[in-house]
C-alpha cells in the first residue's frame, strides 16, 4: 500500500473515528471523509452501493470493476447485519472484467476479504 494511502487511512482514523463500513451516522460520515481523502490524493475509489437487501449490488460491481482495478475490498458478511455478501459472484464479476483476483478468493468463506 502506498505512504500516501497508509498516511491518510491514519489521519482518518484518528480524527474521524468510527468504522467507515457502519451504517450509522459517524461510520457514513467516516466512510466519505476517508473516500473524499483517498481522492484528494489521487486514489480513485469507487464505492459499490448495497441493494434493497443490504448485499453488494452485482450490477453496480458489474459497471465499476475494470482490468484498472488495483483493489476490491468487500466484507463478506456485515457484523451489524448479519447480510452475507454475494462472495462468489463477486468474485466471478471481477475475474471476468480481467482485474487481478487470487483463486482463493473465488470460493471465500471468512468474513472479509479483499479482491486484488
Do not use: F, Y
Not at 30 to 53: N, S, Y
Not at 82 to 92: D, K, N, R, T
Amino acid at each position: 500500500m502506498a505512504d500516501e494511502v497508509i498516511q491518510e487511512m491514519r489521519d482518518v482514523l484518528e480524527r474521524v473515528w468510527a468504522n467507515p463500513s457502519s451504517a450509522h451516522g459517524p461510520g457514513q460520515a467516516a466512510r466519505r471523509v476517508l473516500a473524499a481523502r483517498l481522492r484528494a490524493a489521487g486514489c480513485p475509489v469507487d464505492l459499490i452501493p448495497v441493494d434493497g437487501e443490504g448485499r453488494r449490488g452485482l450490477q453496480a460491481a458489474h459497471a465499476l470493476i475494470g482490468a484498472d482495478v488495483a483493489l476490491v475490498s468487500v466484507m463478506g458478511a456485515n457484523n451489524e447485519t448479519g447480510v452475507h455478501m454475494p462472495m462468489e459472484e463477486l468474485a466471478e464479476i471481477v475475474h471476468a472484467k480481467g482485474a487481478p483476483l487470487p483463486p482463493s478468493v473465488r470460493h471465500a468463506t471468512w468474513p472479509l476479504a479483499s479482491i486484488a
